[in-house]
């Protein structure tokens, strides 16, 4: 680990730091998930190899989810309150996307991993230095997403049957993730406010001008109006998942 | 971490060796499965406190495992080979003792967690030292015995019927784990030489005496005789479970 950066926003307004404290919730609640995937992978892995490098990346998810809960401590959060109040963001998701195979199996963490990691680091643009170092760091883990694109390769490549159901698969997934992205940040106008926020940030050569915060919705009583997502949010997040398909070899 | 103790049984032979390496496997997959175990408990416990916690307990066995796979290499052997060598072990254990609430799960933990590390206790005592006090520090841990025994205690001082609702939930269990050392030791007679030898290393005093290395049931094709397990073994792991049990208040 290095040095954490010194802090250079040390104006971050109140509001500020609660819309970080609850992206660092996100990001601890979905390092939690995929504790808990993790875990089950390697009690359904076919190998005792595979077995023992899932619950090490299992192990690692904890490691990284307790060293995000640490930061919300320091900046004044309650971890079991930030952490449960993303309890049951992925419950619809995983219903939805029960795994027939294996391959399907790692197909679909690789995806939504994917997808939830790169809105969590758009996100993080606009937060103060050190969150934003510890995020980008732990969002930063790449071993499963090898693992899977490992084994997949290795699995497409015999079976062209396999290699279309999986591109059949994986579009069926991303659009269920993008949907999670969307509830997510209507359940939790914090994240839409971050993302806002990056978009107002970024030098005027950006092609996509960000949205002005005009909530679409009724906000909830009481909450602070969730802005609308900048228009390239959702452009921006296909177009990684479609570089991470083409990893694969699958057209996404 | 402390030095590793240089070794004092130079000469072991490769048999001792093999023996011990058996034996680190069983204590190793041990651990993987408590890993899986906790992983599972964390996932269904009612708080998020409970969820962290025990995710972290998980996290531990990982570890755990880890090291002693690492002492397993260390000793000419194969860590995948001698954990998959266990891997069907508790498969009747499980699927006849599922818990049907969340104190009968913990219970079953404490029980079978606190036959199966005494049993490895007690194999462990015969093992070239570097082996042993590896294997003595991994079974010490008492975190989650220690979790299992504040919450059924707290649960049971206000509620009299699952104090004996779990005093039969624990007799069951005890019946099923004992089991499972028998089992273990008949399909890998490696574990019973080692009992076997540490009854033969004890002072005369012991009132117990060893038995003779005489072989009850017919050695499997080409593997060395499982000798009988010295007669206070089961004796020693009852008295055990008692003490564990009377921790808890209740009776065994």
Redesign the interface.
Known sequence: MTEPAPETHPQATQAETADTVELLGLVAHLQ?VA??RL??D??LAP???Q??EL??L??AA??R??RV?ARVVELGGD??LC??AY?RLLEDFDSRTQPSTWWERLLRSYVADGVSDDFCRIAAATVDDRSRALLLEVLDDAEHANLAVAELETAGAQDAVLVSRLALWGRRLVGEALGVVQQAMSAHPALGRLVTRRGADEPASNATPAVAAVPTQPAEAGAMAAPQPPAHLFGELTAEHTRRMSRLGLTA
């Open positions: 939690h504790f808990s875990a089950e390697a009690r190998t005792v190899a077995q023992l619950s090490r299992a192990s904890v490691d989810r307790d809960l971890p079991e952490l449960g309890a």
